[in-house]
């Protein structure tokens, strides 16, 4: 199962080292900011980005620059970028074919907004992201189905409407493009709703946000998936 921990643009420099050491046990992908990446070296977990940049331009990431570093995950079109519009679907593709020309996995953060939450809205939603991509490239990719309205929220959806919609898109991936896709599932998950979570019988594992900057909340979250 893989455990996907995504600080976003949280701990300070001091703060990362003191956590990198606790963190060197556990089998995770660890997402810290940018410049923190080349301080992940020394333990069990695997390295992550939390973007890649899709051209040449001053102040962004490249996809060569993160494979130097080791990283083996990066997560495209999170939806705190898609409301932005920093993540377009045209970007989000660009991205996923830079990342794979350095056999870096993307993985698709799909989902819906809290306007679209009637079940075939989102399912609609959910089939135009994926298939934007897919159409153009399907191989070596991961999706993350994160409901984009739930993201930083302490509660989750009805397990078995998670549950659902995993289905869908695994049912639908492999319908429509051959292929027994990875699903993860992120919003809300923390050591207060893992036992809950944990009960979904066809997630590949979880992204996990705020909860994932205590080394405590790990612990939990890590002991209860194992």
Same mark, same amino acid.
């Given at each position: 199962?893989?455990? +996907?921990?995504?600080?976003?643009?949280?701990?300070?420099?001091?703060?990362?080292?003191?956590?990198?050491?606790?963190?060197?046990?556990?089998?995770?992908?660890?997402?810290?900011?940018?410049? =923190?990446?080349?301080?992940?070296?020394?333990?069990?977990?695997?390295?992550?980005?939390?973007?890649?940049?899709?051209?040449?331009?001053?102040? /962004?990431?490249?996809?060569?620059?993160?494979?130097?570093?080791?990283?083996?995950?990066?997560?495209?079109?999170? /939806?705190?970028?898609?409301?932005?519009?920093?993540?377009?679907?045209?970007?989000?593709?660009?991205?996923?074919? #830079?990342?794979?020309?350095?056999?870096? @996995?993307?993985?698709?953060?799909?989902?819906?907004?809290?306007?679209?939450?009637?079940?075939?809205?989102?399912?609609?939603?959910? #089939?135009?992201? +994926?298939?934007?991509?897919?159409?153009?490239?399907?191989?070596?990719?991961?999706?993350? =189905?994160?409901?984009?309205?739930?993201?930083?929220?302490? @509660?989750?959806?009805?397990?078995?409407? +998670?549950?659902?919609? +995993?289905?869908?898109?695994?049912?639908?991936?492999?319908?429509? =493009?051959?292929?027994?896709?990875?699903?993860?599932? /992120?919003?809300?998950?923390?050591?207060?709703?893992?036992?809950?979570?944990?009960?979904?019988?066809?997630?590949?594992?979880?992204?996990? /946000?705020?909860?994932?900057?205590?080394?405590?909340?790990?612990?939990?979250?890590?002991?209860?998936?194992?």
């Amino acid at each position: 199962m893989l455990i +996907i921990l995504n600080h976003k643009m949280n701990l300070t420099i001091d703060e990362i080292k003191h956590y990198e050491k606790h963190l060197r046990k556990y089998d995770v992908v660890v997402m810290p900011q940018t410049p =923190y990446l080349a301080l992940f070296t020394n333990g069990e977990y695997t390295l992550g980005s939390q973007c890649v940049s899709e051209y040449d331009a001053t102040g /962004g990431v490249s996809a060569e620059a993160l494979k130097a570093l080791n990283v083996k995950y990066t997560l495209v079109g999170h /939806g705190e970028r898609r409301v932005s519009k920093r993540d377009t679907d045209e970007v989000i593709l660009e991205k996923v074919k #830079e990342l794979l020309k350095y056999n870096i @996995t993307p993985v698709l953060c799909v989902g819906e907004f809290y306007k679209d939450t009637i079940y075939k809205n989102k399912i609609s939603i959910i #089939e135009k992201q +994926i298939s934007y991509i897919f159409d153009k490239v399907k191989d070596n990719i991961i999706i993350a =189905y994160e409901p984009i309205w739930n993201i930083g929220e302490n @509660t989750i959806l009805n397990v078995d409407e +998670i549950k659902k919609v +995993i289905k869908h898109i695994k049912d639908f991936v492999n319908r429509k =493009y051959n292929i027994n896709i990875k699903v993860l599932y /992120g919003g809300g998950v923390n050591q207060n709703t893992i036992n809950d979570l944990k009960t979904l019988d066809n997630v590949d594992g979880f992204v996990i /946000g705020s909860a994932s900057l205590k080394i405590d909340n790990i612990k939990k979250i890590y002991l209860a998936l194992n």
